[in-house]
């Protein structure tokens, strides 16, 4: 399985920005799906996560109530609506999917958050 992540870039302080992550796999309906972030120095920190169906999410208490994860299964991808943010959220975010023993992740896509 193949992901591209998309949609990262330099945003003000209470700023808006959506995040993509396209699938190359047929079968992207089955994984369970995830976005990370990570900034230097730091381990990878798990940002939300949503089920196969799409009926599950959860998200990291530092993210509550600002992000949205969403999938399309038809379209093989997922999003993640990023609202009110602060320059704390700036890492590098990375697509994952998981199912059974296997697990893929994208090359990440930046995102800066800034005055």
């Known amino acids: 399985v193949q992901l591209v992540e998309s949609g990262g870039g330099l945003v003000q302080p209470g700023g808006s920005l959506r995040l993509s992550c396209a699938a190359s796999?047929?079968?992207?309906?089955?994984?369970?799906m995830r976005w990370y972030r990570q900034v230097p120095g730091k381990e990878r920190e798990l940002v939300a996560t949503i089920t196969s169906a799409g009926d599950t999410t959860d998200y990291a208490d530092s993210v509550k109530g600002r992000f949205a994860i969403s999938r399309d299964n038809a379209k093989n991808t997922m999003h993640l609506q990023m609202n009110s943010l602060k320059p704390e959220d700036t890492a590098m975010y990375y697509c994952?999917?998981?199912?059974?023993?296997?697990?893929?992740w994208g090359q990440g896509t930046q995102v800066t958050v800034s005055s």
């Open positions: 994952y999917a998981a199912k059974r023993y296997f697990t893929y």
């Open positions: 796999a047929s079968t992207f309906s089955s994984y369970d």
